[in-house]
Nanobody, 118 residues
Framework: QVQLVESRGGLVQAGGSLKLSCIASGRTSSSYLMGWFRQGPGKERELVARISGSGGSTFYADSVKDRFTITRDNAKNTVYLQMNSLKPDDTAVYFC???????????WGQGTQVTVSS
């Protein structure tokens, strides 16, 4: 089993920045694909960004490209999501997830609320 714990989100004004972290514990592996998802009010959960085990490959949703950056520190079993130029549309519960095989996400954090005020 792998446990994922996200850092506390928060309330930020539009245009501001926030950095989320997700610490993995248990039977974790640096080879796991890690992703950040979000679910806004009345919306479906969507993939925001993902990063390969080595950190050498990343993907971003179009809505966050050039504003968000995903990184990982395998020595600390931690993945980060740096969010800049935040918009009210970024308001959502953000989830960290881990994928052992790369085709589905097997483990999920409990989620953390990010609210962007206009």
């Amino acid at each position: 089993q792998v446990q994922l714990v996200e850092s506390r989100g928060g309330l930020v004004q539009a245009g501001g920045s926030l950095k989320l972290s997700c610490i993995a514990s248990g039977r974790t592996s640096s080879s796991y694909l890690m992703g950040w998802f979000r679910q806004g009010p009345g919306k479906e959960r969507e993939l925001v960004a993902r990063i390969s085990g080595s950190g050498g490959s990343t993907f971003y949703a179009d809505s966050v490209k050039d504003r968000f950056t995903i990184t990982r520190d395998n020595a600390k079993n931690t993945v980060y999501l740096q969010m800049n130029s935040l918009k009210p549309d970024d308001t959502a519960v953000y989830f960290c997830a881990a994928s052992a095989k790369g085709y589905r996400y097997d483990y999920w954090g409990q989620g953390t609320q990010v609210t962007v005020s206009s």
